[in-house]
Protein backbone atom coordinates (compact mmCIF):
# COMPACT_ATOMS: atom_id res chain seq x y z
CA UNK A 1 0.00 0.00 0.00
CA UNK A 2 1.51 2.75 -0.76
CA UNK A 3 1.01 6.35 1.40
CA UNK A 4 0.64 10.04 0.33
CA UNK A 5 0.40 13.36 1.56
CA UNK A 6 -0.10 15.52 -1.74
CA UNK A 7 -3.12 16.21 -3.74
CA UNK A 8 -1.41 16.26 -6.87
CA UNK A 9 0.74 12.97 -6.63
CA UNK A 10 -2.10 11.41 -5.30
CA UNK A 11 -4.39 12.76 -8.28
CA UNK A 12 -1.66 11.29 -10.66
CA UNK A 13 -1.51 7.81 -8.62
CA UNK A 14 -5.20 7.21 -9.45
CA UNK A 15 -5.10 8.51 -13.40
CA UNK A 16 -2.03 6.27 -13.95
CA UNK A 17 -4.41 3.15 -12.27
CA UNK A 18 -7.39 4.24 -14.71
CA UNK A 19 -4.83 4.52 -17.69
CA UNK A 20 -4.21 0.69 -17.23
CA UNK A 21 -7.92 0.05 -17.48
CA UNK A 22 -8.85 0.05 -13.87
CA UNK A 23 -11.57 1.27 -11.90
CA UNK A 24 -10.79 3.12 -8.79
CA UNK A 25 -13.03 2.64 -6.02
CA UNK A 26 -12.91 5.28 -2.98
CA UNK A 27 -13.45 5.50 0.38
CA UNK A 28 -13.28 8.85 2.43
CA UNK A 29 -12.72 8.54 6.30
CA UNK A 30 -11.76 10.30 9.19
CA UNK A 31 -9.21 7.69 10.73
CA UNK A 32 -10.43 5.55 14.10
CA UNK A 33 -11.59 2.93 11.58
CA UNK A 34 -13.58 -0.07 12.80
CA UNK A 35 -15.64 -2.37 11.03
CA UNK A 36 -18.10 -0.33 9.48
CA UNK A 37 -14.97 1.49 7.63
CA UNK A 38 -14.16 -2.19 6.88
CA UNK A 39 -17.18 -3.14 5.24
CA UNK A 40 -16.78 -0.02 3.15
CA UNK A 41 -13.22 -1.34 2.10
CA UNK A 42 -14.80 -4.77 1.49
CA UNK A 43 -17.52 -2.94 -0.85
CA UNK A 44 -15.14 -0.67 -2.77
CA UNK A 45 -12.67 -4.06 -3.25
CA UNK A 46 -15.48 -5.82 -4.81
CA UNK A 47 -16.66 -3.26 -7.27
CA UNK A 48 -13.14 -1.89 -8.26
CA UNK A 49 -9.53 -2.72 -9.25
CA UNK A 50 -7.86 -0.24 -7.47
CA UNK A 51 -8.98 1.48 -4.13
CA UNK A 52 -7.92 4.44 -2.31
CA UNK A 53 -8.67 5.72 1.45
CA UNK A 54 -8.18 8.12 2.52
CA UNK A 55 -7.50 9.57 6.77
CA UNK A 56 -8.41 13.27 7.41
CA UNK A 57 -10.08 14.62 10.53
CA UNK A 58 -12.32 17.68 8.52
CA UNK A 59 -11.38 20.58 10.56
CA UNK A 60 -14.18 22.60 9.16
CA UNK A 61 -17.47 19.62 9.77
CA UNK A 62 -16.93 20.36 13.55
CA UNK A 63 -18.83 23.16 15.21
CA UNK A 64 -16.75 25.76 17.82
CA UNK A 65 -18.03 23.31 21.22
CA UNK A 66 -17.77 20.32 19.24
CA UNK A 67 -14.97 16.87 19.50
CA UNK A 68 -12.42 17.83 17.04
CA UNK A 69 -8.84 18.53 19.63
CA UNK A 70 -10.12 14.98 21.03
CA UNK A 71 -11.41 13.01 17.94
CA UNK A 72 -9.53 9.52 18.11
CA UNK A 73 -6.09 9.74 15.61
CA UNK A 74 -5.04 6.45 15.65
CA UNK A 75 -3.11 6.51 12.32
CA UNK A 76 -0.57 3.55 13.13
CA UNK A 77 -3.76 0.85 13.80
CA UNK A 78 -5.31 2.25 10.78
CA UNK A 79 -2.95 1.99 8.53
CA UNK A 80 -2.29 -1.47 9.20
CA UNK A 81 -6.05 -2.68 8.93
CA UNK A 82 -6.04 -0.81 4.88
CA UNK A 83 -2.95 -2.67 4.25
CA UNK A 84 -4.86 -5.62 5.60
CA UNK A 85 -7.89 -5.27 3.37
CA UNK A 86 -5.41 -4.18 0.31
CA UNK A 87 -6.36 -1.19 -0.41
CA UNK A 88 -3.36 0.14 -3.05
CA UNK A 89 -3.20 3.76 -1.90
CA UNK A 90 -4.00 5.65 1.31
CA UNK A 91 -4.11 9.71 0.77
CA UNK A 92 -3.74 11.42 4.21
CA UNK A 93 -3.45 15.14 3.73
CA UNK A 94 -2.66 17.90 6.31
CA UNK A 95 -5.03 20.56 6.72
CA UNK A 96 -2.88 22.82 4.75
CA UNK A 97 -3.20 20.56 2.14
CA UNK A 98 -7.10 20.47 1.82
CA UNK A 99 -7.27 23.85 2.90
CA UNK A 100 -4.27 26.59 1.56
CA UNK A 101 -3.88 29.66 3.40
CA UNK A 102 -6.40 32.21 2.56
CA UNK A 103 -9.37 29.14 1.15
CA UNK A 104 -12.62 31.19 1.06
CA UNK A 105 -14.50 28.73 -1.11
CA UNK A 106 -17.12 26.48 0.24
CA UNK A 107 -19.51 23.59 -1.00
CA UNK A 108 -23.27 23.97 -0.12
CA UNK A 109 -26.26 22.01 -0.79
CA UNK A 110 -28.80 23.99 0.38
CA UNK A 111 -31.81 23.63 2.31
CA UNK A 112 -30.94 19.89 2.51
CA UNK A 113 -27.80 20.43 5.22
CA UNK A 114 -30.51 22.40 7.62
CA UNK A 115 -32.37 19.15 7.93
CA UNK A 116 -31.33 16.52 10.79
CA UNK A 117 -27.60 16.81 12.01
CA UNK A 118 -27.77 20.24 10.08
CA UNK A 119 -29.99 21.37 11.96
CA UNK A 120 -28.10 20.62 15.37
CA UNK A 121 -24.78 21.26 14.09
CA UNK A 122 -24.90 24.17 11.98
CA UNK A 123 -22.30 24.31 9.10
CA UNK A 124 -21.36 20.89 9.58
CA UNK A 125 -22.85 19.77 6.19
CA UNK A 126 -21.09 22.61 4.66
CA UNK A 127 -17.88 21.03 5.88
CA UNK A 128 -18.78 17.54 4.66
CA UNK A 129 -19.47 18.81 1.14
CA UNK A 130 -16.55 20.95 0.85
CA UNK A 131 -14.36 18.21 1.74
CA UNK A 132 -15.87 15.22 -0.02
CA UNK A 133 -15.82 17.87 -2.99
CA UNK A 134 -12.24 18.42 -3.12
CA UNK A 135 -11.51 14.68 -2.19
CA UNK A 136 -13.67 13.92 -5.33
CA UNK A 137 -11.69 16.04 -7.29
CA UNK A 138 -8.27 14.64 -6.29
CA UNK A 139 -8.78 10.53 -6.39
CA UNK A 140 -11.54 11.12 -9.11
CA UNK A 141 -12.94 7.23 -8.41
CA UNK A 142 -15.07 5.77 -10.78
CA UNK A 143 -17.03 4.60 -7.67
CA UNK A 144 -17.59 6.07 -3.95
CA UNK A 145 -18.55 4.59 -1.00
CA UNK A 146 -20.46 5.60 1.98
CA UNK A 147 -22.05 4.44 4.80
CA UNK A 148 -25.76 4.32 5.65
CA UNK A 149 -25.23 5.25 8.76
CA UNK A 150 -24.23 8.76 7.84
CA UNK A 151 -28.11 8.65 6.14
CA UNK A 152 -28.29 12.06 6.19
CA UNK A 153 -24.41 13.01 4.57
CA UNK A 154 -25.25 10.09 1.92
CA UNK A 155 -28.38 12.14 1.09
CA UNK A 156 -26.57 15.39 0.74
CA UNK A 157 -23.22 13.94 -0.78
CA UNK A 158 -25.48 12.45 -3.62
CA UNK A 159 -27.70 15.45 -4.12
CA UNK A 160 -24.00 17.26 -4.80
CA UNK A 161 -22.54 15.04 -7.00
CA UNK A 162 -25.59 15.45 -9.37
CA UNK A 163 -25.70 18.89 -8.83
CA UNK A 164 -21.95 19.17 -9.59
CA UNK A 165 -21.92 16.49 -12.19
CA UNK A 166 -19.29 14.40 -11.03
CA UNK A 167 -18.79 11.24 -12.85
CA UNK A 168 -18.78 8.59 -10.38
CA UNK A 169 -21.27 6.18 -9.13
CA UNK A 170 -21.94 6.59 -5.52
CA UNK A 171 -22.60 3.37 -3.42
CA UNK A 172 -24.54 2.67 -0.27
CA UNK A 173 -23.34 0.26 2.27
CA UNK A 174 -25.40 -1.12 5.36
CA UNK A 175 -25.07 -0.55 8.97
CA UNK A 176 -22.64 -2.85 10.41
CA UNK A 177 -23.73 -3.10 14.18
CA UNK A 178 -22.23 -4.68 17.42
CA UNK A 179 -23.89 -7.70 18.47
CA UNK A 180 -26.40 -5.49 20.57
CA UNK A 181 -27.69 -3.77 18.22
CA UNK A 182 -25.29 -0.44 18.58
CA UNK A 183 -24.02 0.91 15.18
CA UNK A 184 -20.09 0.81 14.83
CA UNK A 185 -18.97 4.52 15.42
CA UNK A 186 -15.92 5.93 16.10
CA UNK A 187 -16.98 7.84 18.73
CA UNK A 188 -18.22 4.90 20.56
CA UNK A 189 -14.54 5.01 22.39
CA UNK A 190 -16.14 8.03 24.12
CA UNK A 191 -18.21 5.77 25.79
CA UNK A 192 -17.78 3.92 29.46
CA UNK A 193 -18.64 1.09 30.07
CA UNK A 194 -22.27 2.12 31.65
CA UNK A 195 -22.61 4.72 28.75
CA UNK A 196 -22.31 1.82 26.25
CA UNK A 197 -24.73 -0.37 27.62
CA UNK A 198 -26.81 2.90 27.28
CA UNK A 199 -26.45 3.68 24.10
CA UNK A 200 -28.19 0.40 22.66
CA UNK A 201 -31.39 2.32 23.25
CA UNK A 202 -31.15 3.96 20.24
CA UNK A 203 -31.13 0.99 18.00
CA UNK A 204 -33.82 -0.69 20.25
CA UNK A 205 -36.10 2.78 19.72
CA UNK A 206 -35.48 2.14 15.90
CA UNK A 207 -36.90 -1.29 16.19
CA UNK A 208 -39.72 -0.02 17.81
CA UNK A 209 -40.61 2.20 15.04
CA UNK A 210 -39.78 -0.48 12.58
CA UNK A 211 -42.21 -3.06 14.60
CA UNK A 212 -45.26 -0.71 14.49
CA UNK A 213 -44.74 0.43 11.23
CA UNK A 214 -44.53 -3.82 10.23
CA UNK A 215 -47.75 -4.26 12.54
CA UNK A 216 -49.60 -1.53 10.50
CA UNK A 217 -49.31 1.87 12.18
CA UNK A 218 -48.39 4.61 9.77
CA UNK A 219 -48.94 7.75 11.64
CA UNK A 220 -45.15 9.32 12.19
CA UNK A 221 -46.14 10.90 15.34
CA UNK A 222 -47.14 7.50 16.74
CA UNK A 223 -44.25 5.45 15.38
CA UNK A 224 -41.91 8.31 17.26
CA UNK A 225 -43.58 8.58 20.33
CA UNK A 226 -43.08 4.57 20.42
CA UNK A 227 -39.81 5.64 20.17
CA UNK A 228 -39.36 8.16 22.17
CA UNK A 229 -40.86 5.84 24.91
CA UNK A 230 -38.13 3.57 24.54
CA UNK A 231 -35.44 5.80 24.75
CA UNK A 232 -37.02 7.56 28.08
CA UNK A 233 -36.10 4.17 29.81
CA UNK A 234 -32.94 5.41 29.66
CA UNK A 235 -32.63 8.85 31.71
CA UNK A 236 -28.99 9.24 30.31
CA UNK A 237 -30.10 9.56 26.97
CA UNK A 238 -30.63 12.80 25.78
CA UNK A 239 -32.82 12.84 22.88
CA UNK A 240 -31.49 15.12 20.04
CA UNK A 241 -33.87 14.34 17.47
CA UNK A 242 -36.10 11.13 16.44
CA UNK A 243 -37.57 11.97 12.74
CA UNK A 244 -39.27 10.40 9.96
CA UNK A 245 -38.13 11.49 6.61
CA UNK A 246 -37.82 10.87 3.16
CA UNK A 247 -34.39 9.36 2.72
CA UNK A 248 -33.32 11.48 -0.60
CA UNK A 249 -35.01 14.74 0.21
CA UNK A 250 -34.70 14.34 4.33
CA UNK A 251 -38.15 16.14 4.36
CA UNK A 252 -40.47 14.80 7.13
CA UNK A 253 -43.13 13.05 6.03
CA UNK A 254 -46.18 12.75 7.72
CA UNK A 255 -47.86 8.82 6.46
CA UNK A 256 -45.11 6.27 5.93
CA UNK A 257 -44.60 3.77 3.41
CA UNK A 258 -41.38 1.17 2.36
CA UNK A 259 -38.13 3.63 1.76
CA UNK A 260 -38.66 5.91 4.21
CA UNK A 261 -35.79 6.74 6.85
CA UNK A 262 -36.12 7.03 10.38
CA UNK A 263 -33.03 8.62 11.87
CA UNK A 264 -32.44 9.47 15.44
CA UNK A 265 -29.83 11.11 17.55
CA UNK A 266 -28.67 11.54 20.77
CA UNK A 267 -26.49 12.15 23.88
CA UNK A 268 -25.28 9.28 25.75
CA UNK A 269 -23.40 10.99 28.69
CA UNK A 270 -21.36 13.64 26.65
CA UNK A 271 -21.19 11.56 23.51
CA UNK A 272 -23.22 12.24 20.67
CA UNK A 273 -24.69 8.94 18.58
CA UNK A 274 -26.54 8.99 15.44
CA UNK A 275 -28.54 6.03 13.51
CA UNK A 276 -30.91 4.97 11.36
CA UNK A 277 -33.06 2.20 9.52
CA UNK A 278 -34.85 1.93 6.46
CA UNK A 279 -38.38 0.79 6.45
CA UNK A 280 -38.32 -1.77 4.67
CA UNK A 281 -41.62 -3.70 2.62
CA UNK A 282 -44.21 -5.57 5.30
CA UNK A 283 -44.64 -8.44 2.86
Do not use: W
Not at 99 to 110: H, I, R
Not at 151 to 156: L, Y
Amino acid sequence: MKILHGAVETRSEARAAKLQGKRVGFVATMGALHDGHISLVRAAKAKSDFVVASIFVNPTQFGPNEDLAKYPRTFEADRKKLEAEGVDLLFVPSVEEMYPPGAVTFVTAEGISDRLDGRSRPGHFRGVTTVVAKLFHIVEPDVALFGQKDAAQVAIIKRMARDLIFPLEIVVVPIVREPDGLAFSSRNAYLSPEERRQAAALSRALRAIESGYRGGERSSAKLIEAARQVLAGEPAVRVDYIEIVDRDTLDPVSQIGTGTLVAVAAFVGKTRLIDNIILSSTR
